[in-house]
């Protein structure tokens, strides 16, 4: 499983070869998007192996964990409110699914933004 979502990095740089050459105008809002939808999986996916890494890997993981921590909050809190209770396993597809939703917006937000100011537009 962990292989499998480590494989998940790839996908933003699809998206943004595939948004260059089909849509090179909304090139940072695509690649945004893509990469909100996989950073908490990718993220959760480099946790467990890195714990198993020696000091290198410790060192590694002391310097991600507050990000994977960041990008799980936000799924976890509408977690909470949809279903009521906290969440009992670490992998829930729930969770990755609400974190894919939230943080492909607001990245895909930020990319627009970039596109909007690149080409002059206010």
Known sequence: MSLLLLALIFIPFI??????????????????????????????????????????????????????ILHRLPGKVLFHLINGHTIRDDINLLLFALN??????MYGCIGWYIDRNSKGEK
Do not use: H, R
Request: net charge positive; charged share 5%; aromatic share 16%.
């Open 15 to 68: 998206a943004s070869a595939a948004a260059n050459k089909f849509f090179p105008k909304n090139l940072w809002a695509i690649t945004g998007t893509s990469f909100g939808v996989i950073v908490y999986p990718f993220l959760a996916a480099t946790t467990i192996p890195l714990m198993y890494g020696g000091k290198l890997g410790f060192a590694i993981l002391t310097i991600t964990n507050p990000f994977t």
């Open 100 to 105: 894919a939703v939230v943080w492909g917006v």
